[in-house]
């Protein structure tokens, strides 16, 4: 099993004032050819933006797009004719297909809003573009992990075009469970949202993040909480 060990602070950082941003993955005026994507995942950035501010109006396509607010709330429109507010504790997916327009502002005037914006390349382009969102009950995470997006369409989890699966689990302090990886192919990547872990031996800290690859059928891992801690773990195509 390889690591692939990305710790918070060599992530790349972005200061417009308005917005703070932590780019995992090459993105925009940072570039770092070590740091790409990791299989199909191609952008996790950790934004932070200041009250009644946010992104104007602008393009995507062919990509596959999911928002987790952490804190504080998103407001959404998009060239689809959505126009939905985000919150903490909900998940919000596009698949962007042959193309569309959206922008999101912080809905508050006095509070920052905080939310991890995740890129998956899709594996059927020039769909037609789709929407998604929905809140899930933390309770059904807590001390086990809950499937959040799916490429399977049933069940509570958001369709997603890529055979791609996005969990979240909640930890007590001193608690173990495993991940048993969804797919043979797939590659797990593990983003600490909050707390200290321990995953395959490796010691990961709030904002980390780990990638494991595997030969063959092997893809049962292990998380340790060192303390109380939030994780996502993104199990996604290699190739």
Avoid at 33 to 49: E, Y
Avoid at 157 to 185: E, H, P
């Amino acid at each position: 099993m390889t690591h692939i060990l990305h710790k918070a602070d060599s992530r790349g950082l972005a200061d417009h004032g308005w917005l703070v941003s932590r780019h995992t993955f090459s993105f925009a005026n940072y570039h770092n050819p070590a740091r790409m994507h990791f299989g199909m995942l191609r952008v996790i950035n950790d934004d932070i933006v200041q009250p009644a501010m946010g992104f104007g109006t602008h393009p995507h396509e062919n990509m596959e797009i999911v928002s987790i607010p952490l804190s504080g709330a998103l407001r959404h429109q998009d060239s689809m004719g959505n126009k939905h507010m985000i919150t903490a504790g909900e998940v919000q997916i596009m698949s962007a297909g042959s193309g569309l327009t959206h922008s999101e502002y912080n809905n508050s005037d006095q509070e920052e809003v905080n939310f991890l914006q995740i890129w998956v390349f899709p594996e059927v382009k020039n769909i037609t573009p789709r929407y998604g969102q929905k809140r899930f009950d933390k309770a059904n995470r807590h001390n086990r992990f809950q499937t959040l997006v799916s490429p399977q369409k049933e069940g509570d989890a958001i369709w997603i075009n890529q055979q791609a699966w996005f969990s979240m689990t909640n930890l007590d302090a001193g608690t173990s469970l495993s991940y048993l990886k969804q797919r043979t192919g797939n590659g797990l990547y593990f983003f600490i949202i909050e707390g200290s872990v321990e995953i395959e031996g490796t010691k990961l800290d709030r904002r980390d993040a780990l990638g494991l690859t595997t030969d063959g059928d092997e893809g049962q891992v292990q998380v340790k909480a060192l303390s109380q801690a939030e994780i996502l773990c993104i199990d996604v195509p290699l190739h």
